[in-house]
Each structure stands twice: as C-alpha cells, then as structure tokens.
C-alpha cells in the first residue's frame, strides 16, 4: 500500500474547521457517505466528510469542478473522475464501490485538490454552494449490504470468552489456521444513532437445566472494524491474498451488539443465531483504504509456536504492511448520567494491530472455496480486543461474564447493559510524520424489551 500526495502531512483545507489538529476529518481523510438536508426531500447521495461539514459531489460535479458532467456518448471517453462522480449521485455507495480503485482514487484527488488551501478561489467560491453543515444533515446507511459476514479474528477476545466457557482450553485446535466467521444477517444492520431494543428469547439461567422465553438479562456490545468490498468476485472464483485488498473499498465502526444469555443457550453446534441477528449498528463515514495507507503496519508478531499461515493465508506484503493501525474506543453513558448531565466514560481502548488475521486474510479465506462477494458487502473483524484489562472490547471480558461488575465514575454498576445505556464506539488512526484522521462516532441507546 503506497501512500499519494492526499496524505501529505502539510496540506490544509480552505474549510477551517478541518485543520483543528483533533478534527476527525481532515483534508487527508476524506470518508464517504450519503446524506441530504434534514427535513428536505432531497434525493440521498454520495457526500465526503470535511471538518465540521459535507461536500456534495453531485453538486460539485454538476457546477463542473470534477470535469464535465454532460459529456455525450461516443464523443469523450469519460475520465476515471467523471465515471466515479456520476456514481455518486447514487443513494449508496455501491455504484462508487463497482468503480473500483482507479476511479475512487482519481475522484479522491480531485475533491483533495478543489478543497485545499491552495485551490483557486473562484472554485472555492463556487465548492462553497456545496458545502452542507454535519448538524444539517440526515444521513444514511452507506451502503445497500447484500451480505454480512462476522469474522473472530482477536486472538485475545476469543481466548479471555473461550476461558470462560472452557477453562482447561481456551482456544479450539482450529483458531490458529482458519480464520473464524459466521454469515451474519444485513436487513437487521442500522446506522448509528438508531435506538437498539433489547431481544427476548430463550435463556437458560444459572442453575437451571429448562429454559425460560424473556428479555435477555445480558445485552452485550462489541466493539468491531467493519470493511466493505467494493469490487467483488465470480462465484467459482477465489481471491488471492497479494490482490485482496484491492477488492476492499473502506472501513466503519461496527457494533456486533450481542444477548450473551441467549447466545450460550443456542450457539452449539452451529454457531450465533438469535443471540446477534436483532440489530447491527455502523457508522455513517466509510474511511479507504487511501486515507489509512500512511498508518498500514505489521499485526502483533505471533507467539513462538504458532504455526504459519497455510500457503493462500500467507503473502510477504501482507505480513508486512497487512494491519491498519487502528485505535479503537468504547465510551459509555448510562440514563442516570445523562440525566446528570455526565458526559460518557471511556470504557476500554484496543488496537486494530493485535488482531491475529488481516483484512486481507479474511477476504481471501471467505472467496477460498469460490463464494461470491459483490460490492457493498460487510466484513467485521470480530471484537478486538489485544492483551491488557484497558483493551478488552466487550463486556463479557470486563465483567467475567457478570462475575466482576464494572463500577463507573459515577457509581453506576453494570454486568452487562441497562435499557437507557448509551454505548457509543470511536476510533481514529495516529503516528508521527502522519495528520491523525478518526471514524466519527458510531452510538446508540439501548431501549427496554418490546
Ligand atoms: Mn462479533
């Protein structure tokens, strides 16, 4: 993954509120969306975050800042910007995902060049008209998800839960070879700020060798990566490691919410079903891969022992380069807090760089045996969580499974969460000699059983 001139640590935006140093979207960010005015009756479409505002891309394309729009056949050949800014008066960013990289990555230069300090002033003028305020705006769902898949890939998580469950052996024999999912399910996948209500099912309490049917007594979160697939693959075909990552497009926040009670009960032998099928929360900003070549690093180094990765699991760039380093955070806000007036706590903070598989390793495993993938489907990474107390990413790893409650700031105590708990995921991705860009925010409350 090499880095281009749109991460250059010196570049600022004519948009001001971009260059404050703790902005999450900088010039050198630039995340995709779709919005429109709030209360309007506006078309959705494809917008990119800038410090506190959004560029409309039609409406940049339409004033002719991104080449001609009105090209007519047979006459041009439509340039790698136009083709991918006439996507983008699409509802979803499916249409700009099947572009592919050449396209994505022509447009984000366009749009890096028309917002900089130093792009001519009549098109500032005119980029202007185009801007709309964050707090204006309703956004959407990025993509239309076709499929959804939830990989397990912190080794950390799966041995602080397998320890819980299995004492004497943590980890299964497989872990360490295969990279481990579930088909997750995608029409239950909301955007953040959409209210979670709590699932009831079945759940066998401690104790008790006959289940009982009722609002789950331990909704969980996780705190998850998601990256989406922007071009896909035939079905009968794999994809090689060395060329997965060019089949990806960008990354989210994903919250894998979670009823630990019902997933216990039902898990064996095939895995989570009820348990997580109830709602799925991302964020609203997908951030490319271009805006996170400058942070690509090694994964943590693998225990002595471990085995190598299989032949199509491994690829010396991938070994290099394959992780993105990634900080990703866990705040919370319980209902007493905020009637308080309490701003959330900062509940756990892990890094992308101690999951056990890439991105990469995924997206390879899942097309091995010839699945199909298409643009706009979702893989999560799993919860990440890495090796220290601070970094465990659910509560079921904080609390032991309820058996050490977490006291906050304010005396609340949690087992698992309480209807009226807001539970709000960030990240961001730092290092010297870079310009820090974050994910934005991707939150929700949790509401009592229907
Ligand atoms: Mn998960």
Redesign the pocket.
Known sequence: MTTDHTVDPTLQSWVSSANDARADFPIQNLPFGIFRRAGSRESPRVGVAIGDRILDISACFAAGLLGAPDLNDGDDIETNVQRAARACASPTLNALMQCGGAPRRALRSAISALLASDAPVNQQQIAEHALVAQHDAELFLPAQIGDYT?FYASVHHASNVGALFRPDSPLLPNYKWVPIGYHGRSSSIVLSGTPVQRPSGQRLAVGESVPTVGPSRALDY?V?LGAFVGTGSALGTSISLANAEAHLFGLCLLN?WSARDIQSWEYQPLGPFLAKNFATSISPWVVTLEALAPFRAPLAARADGDPTPLPYLDDANDRAHGGVAITVELWMRTARMRADGNDPVRISSSSALDLYWTLGQMLAHHASGGCNMRAGDLL?T??ISGPSAESRGCLLEITRRGADPLTLPNGDVRRFLEDGDEVVLRAFAEREGAVRIGFGECGGVVLAAE
């Open positions: 939830d996780e998850e894998d999560g799993g919860t």
